[in-house]
C-alpha cells in the first residue's frame, strides 16, 4: 500500500471528520425541531453553508478557517 | 350505479394522486405533500414498474421522475406535526414491505429490459436512484417505527436475523439459510466505506461483497473476501459479523450447481496462494476487472463464476462507470477510471436472486451522514477543483479537530466510533 494511499485516507478521514461534527449538530436541531432527521439533500445544503463560511474565514484569517487546509483548489 | 360513484368518489379520496394519473406522470416536482401522498406515490412506481410496455426510454423518465419525487420530500413535509406523525408510523411496517416489494420488481423490470437490450446507462442508473431513494426511505420509516435513536438498541438482532424492519426477506423464499455460493454485499461504517459506495458516477450504497462457503460435513460457514488491508482471505463467518455492517443483502445464483462450484474453487484458490507465497492473495487497488494478480472486493465474486464455468460467466451484466471529472483523488489511490465492478452492481444482476436486507438501525443516521459527506465532497472536487492536502503535519492535527470536533461526535456515536483510518469497509 503506497505511502499516496494512506496519507489520502487519512486526509480523508480528517475532512470528513470536520464535516460530520457539523452535520450531526444540524441533525441533532432537525431532530428536536421535526422529529426526523435530515434528508441527504438537506445534509448537502449545510455541508455548503459550512464551505462557504469556511471559505470567507480562509479568505480573511486563515487560521480561523478548519476545512479549508485540508481540502480547496490548488493556488 | 350509485355504488359505483360512492366507490370512485372513495378511491379518489384516498388515493388523490391518482385523482390525476397522467398529471402525475408528467409532474415530476409535484410536491409529497402528506402520508397519503407518500402511499399513493408508492402505489403509482409500483403500478408503472409492472406495467409490461416500460421500455428503455420510459425507464429513464419513469425512474428519474419518482426520484426527483422522493429526493426532493422530506418526512418532515408530509408528516409536519404530532398527529400526522403517528398515523405514519402506524403505517410504516406496511411501507416498508411495500417499498421492498418495490425494489425487488424495479430489480425484476432491468433486467427484462436489459434481456431486450433496452437498458441503457441512463436507465440503469435512474433505476438505481430509485432503489437508493427507497431504501433511504425505508431507513427513515424503521426508524420511526423503532422510535430511534431515543430507543437504545440494546435488543438489536445479529447481521441476517431477526424480523422487520431489521431483516427484510424476499416473499419468494420465506425462512433461509446461508448456502455455498451465496454472495453478500454490505455496508461498513468507516468513511473509506462512504468513498467506495460513492465512487461511480451513480451512487450506491455498498462498499463490500463476499462469497460463502458452507462445509458439507460440519455445516461451518465461511467467508471468502478481499480486504483492502490484508488481502484475499478465507475467514469463518463469525470474522465478517464482527466487523460491524451497517447493511447486509444476501444474493443467490440462479444456477445453484454454478454458485457450489464457484464458491469451491475460489475457495481453493485463495488457500493455494496462501500456501504457496506464506502471503493473502494481494489486493487490487487500481480495481482492475482483468487483473488476474490482485482481487479486489467484487472482482473476487467476478472471477469465481468465471473459473467455475470456464470464461462463460462474466459478472456483472450492468457495471459501474467511475469517470469524475476530477481524477486527483482516485488517481492517488490508485483506482482506474471507467467501467468496473463494483459490489453496488450486484443489487442489479439479474442472475442473482435477492434473498434477504438486513440493516442496523443504530448505524443508521451515521450512514446517511457519511454518505452526504461523501457525495458532497466528490461535487466539490468535481465543481471547485477541491483536492485532498496530505501535506498536513501532525502539529497541526489539532487545528482540523479544533472548534469543529470538541468531541461533539463522540457523544453521539461514541459506541461505534467511525474515525478508524482502515477499517473494513
Avoid at chain 2, 15 to 43: C, G, H, N
Avoid at chain 2, 69 to 83: E, N, T
Avoid at chain 2, 87 to 112: G, H, M, S, W, Y
Avoid at chain 2, 139 to 155: A, C, E, S, W, Y
Wanted: net charge positive; proline share 4%.
Amino acid at each position: 500500500m503506497g505511502k499516496n494511499v494512506i496519507g489520502t485516507v487519512t486526509t480523508l478521514n480528517r475532512v470528513s471528520a470536520i464535516l460530520q461534527n457539523r452535520l450531526i449538530s444540524e441533525d441533532e436541531k432537525q431532530m428536536k425541531a421535526t422529529g426526523f432527521p435530515l434528508t441527504p439533500r438537506e445534509m448537502s445544503e449545510k455541508l455548503e453553508e459550512l464551505r462557504l463560511e469556511d471559505l470567507g474565514k480562509w479568505n480573511t484569517k486563515k487560521s480561523k478557517a478548519v476545512l479549508h487546509h485540508v481540502l480547496r483548489a490548488p493556488n | 350505479m350509485s355504488y359505483l360513484v360512492v366507490a370512485a368518489l372513495v378511491t379518489l379520496a384516498a388515493f388523490p394522486s391518482f385523482a390525476s394519473s397522467s398529471e402525475t406522470q408528467t409532474s415530476p416536482k409535484r410536491k409529497i405533500a402528506s402520508v397519503v401522498d407518500l402511499e399513493a406515490e408508492i402505489q403509482l412506481l409500483r403500478k408503472q414498474v409492472e406495467n409490461q410496455n416500460l421500455d428503455g426510454a420510459g425507464c429513464t423518465k419513469l425512474f428519474e421522475e419518482t426520484y426527483e419525487r422522493l429526493w426532493s420530500s422530506s418526512p418532515s413535509d408530509y408528516a409536519p406535526d404530532a398527529a400526522s406523525k403517528e398515523v405514519l408510523k402506524a403505517k410504516a411496517p406496511r411501507l416498508i414491505q411495500d417499498l421492498f416489494q418495490t425494489r425487488l420488481l424495479v430489480r425484476q423490470r432491468i433486467n427484462q429490459l436489459a434481456d431486450k437490450g433496452q437498458a441503457t446507462r441512463e436507465c440503469t442508473d435512474a433505476a438505481r436512484s430509485v432503489l437508493r431513494a427507497g431504501r433511504f426511505l425505508e431507513d427513515v420509516l424503521g426508524q420511526l417505527q423503532l422510535d430511534f435513536p431515543k430507543n437504545d438498541p440494546k435488543n438489536m438482532p445479529p447481521v441476517l436475523k431477526g424480523e422487520a424492519p431489521w431483516l427484510l426477506v424476499n416473499p419468494k423464499f420465506g425462512k433461509f439459510e446461508l448456502k455455498t455460493g451465496d454472495v453478500l454485499i454490505s455496508r461498513g461504517s468507516a468513511f473509506t466505506s462512504a468513498a467506495i459506495a460513492r465512487i461511480a458516477d451513480a451512487d450506491a450504497q455498498f462498499s463490500h461483497a463476499a462469497l460463502i462457503y458452507v462445509d458439507d460435513k460440519t455445516g461451518q460457514v465461511e467467508t471468502m473476501e478481499a480486504h483492502i488491508e490484508i488481502g484475499s482471505v478465507v475467514a469463518p463467518l463469525e470474522k465478517y459479523l464482527e466487523d460491524g455492517k451497517t447493511r447486509s443483502v444476501l444474493f443467490r445464483h440462479q444456477d445453484a450447481a454454478l454458485a457450489v462450484r464457484a464458491a469451491k474453487l475460489m475457495r481453493e484458490e485463495i488457500l493455494a496462494y496462501k500456501a504457496k507465497h506464506k502471503d493473502n492473495y494481494p489486493y487490487d487497488f487500481k480495481m482492475e476487472e482483468q487483473n488476474a494478480k490482485e482481487i479486489f472486493c467484487s472482482e473476487l465474486i467476478r472471477r469465481a463464476f468465471e473459473l467455475a464455468s470456464d470464461g462463460k460467466e462474466i459478472l456483472p451484466r450492468l457495471t459501474s462507470n467511475v469517470n469524475p471529472k476530477n481524477t486527483k483523488f482516485i488517481e492517488r489511490l490508485g483506482v482506474q477510471t471507467g467501467e468496473t465492478f463494483l459490489p453496488g452492481d450486484v443489487e442489479l444482476e439479474g442472475r442473482f436472486e435477492m434473498i434477504a436486507e438486513w440493516r442496523d438501525y443504530s448505524r443508521m443516521s451515521e450512514s446517511h451522514i457519511h454518505d452526504a459527506i461523501l457525495v458532497t465532497m466528490y461535487d466539490w472536487m468535481d465543481r471547485y477543483a477541491y483536492q485532498l492536502s496530505t501535506r498536513v503535519g501532525r502539529r497541526s492535527k489539532n487545528k482540523f479537530f479544533g472548534p469543529f470536533a470538541a468531541g461533539r461526535s463522540s457523544r453521539r456515536f461514541s459506541r461505534k466510533s467511525s474515525r478508524r483510518t482502515w477499517a473494513r469497509t
